[in-house]
C-alpha cells in the first residue's frame, strides 16, 4: 500500500484512507440494515465516483 501511495501529498492519502473508511461503513451498515447486496454495492460505488470527480477537478476539501 505504502508504494502504490508514494509520491502523492499526504493530505491526499489522508483524504482517501478517510473515503475509504466512509465507503466501507456505509457498505456494512446497509447490508446489517437488510439492504440486497446489490443495492449497497451500487450506492457505495456511486459514492466512490463522487470521491473520483471530486479528485480530479480537485475539488477535495482537505480538513
Given amino acids: 500500500m505504502k508504494v502504490r501511495q508514494g509520491g502523492n501529498p499526504p493530505e491526499v492519502v489522508a ?3 478517510k473515503a ?8 456494512y ?3 446489517r440494515h437488510g439492504k440486497k447486496k446489490n443495492v449497497a454495492v451500487t ?3 456511486k459514492e ?4 473520483i470527480w471530486d479528485m ?3 475539488n477535495i ?3
Wanted: a positive charge.
Fill in 15 to 17: 483524504y482517501a484512507d
Fill in 20 to 27: 475509504k473508511e466512509r465507503l466501507r461503513r456505509k457498505y
Fill in 29 to 31: 451498515k446497509m447490508i
Fill in 43 to 45: 450506492a457505495v460505488a
Fill in 48 to 51: 466512490l465516483a463522487c470521491f
Fill in 56 to 58: 480530479m477537478t480537485d
Fill in 61 to 63: 476539501s482537505i480538513a
